[in-house]
């Protein structure tokens, strides 16, 4: 087997670095302003050069030595969280496809992943249900079981196995409804 190439492999588990710290960028700075050459500056603090270059070019484009903020990114999704919340508030039980369809439809660019990272963020997550067994279908109480091979959305606190006390106003898998709860 492989190792993955990505950044995870490389940082094994561990956090990002932390950029270089402005005091050392100042003084870097300084030493270039007195007249060093960026590579004599770079080799007298043991950087790379590069990182020097880019630091110059910032100095004399902004005046400021400064790291350029990073994370923080938001999904391009957030611009229609009403529409995406309001589709599952109206057919709790749609499933990842179906709400990719309705975005298309709606000519709102987006994949499976992202719509799922989206509900993640707000603790909705998509659980496949049951089919329902012959018995399920025979038996009154428990015709409601199960809703096909669609994934419901559920709140990650409770499982279907748990029944809860109650259902959940935003939950109307047929699976998650407790038949008698009142």
Partial sequence: MS??????????????????????RARVIEEIEAGASRREAAERYELSPSVVVIWARRWEETGSVAAKPSGGSTSPLEEHAGFLLGLVVEQPDLTLDEIVAAMRKNRIPGSRS??????????????????RSKSARKTPARAGAGCGSKACLTRPDWSLLMRPGRTP??????????????
């Fill in 3 to 24: 190792e993955s190439g990505g950044i995870d492999s490389i940082l094994r588990g561990q956090s990002m670095p932390r950029p270089y710290s402005e005091d050392l």
């Fill in 169 to 182: 106003a935003w939950c109307g898998c047929a699976a998650a409804v407790r038949v008698g709860s009142g």
């Fill in 114 to 131: 992202a719509v799922w990272r989206f509900f993640e963020r707000r603790n909705i997550s998509f659980k496949a249900c049951t089919r």
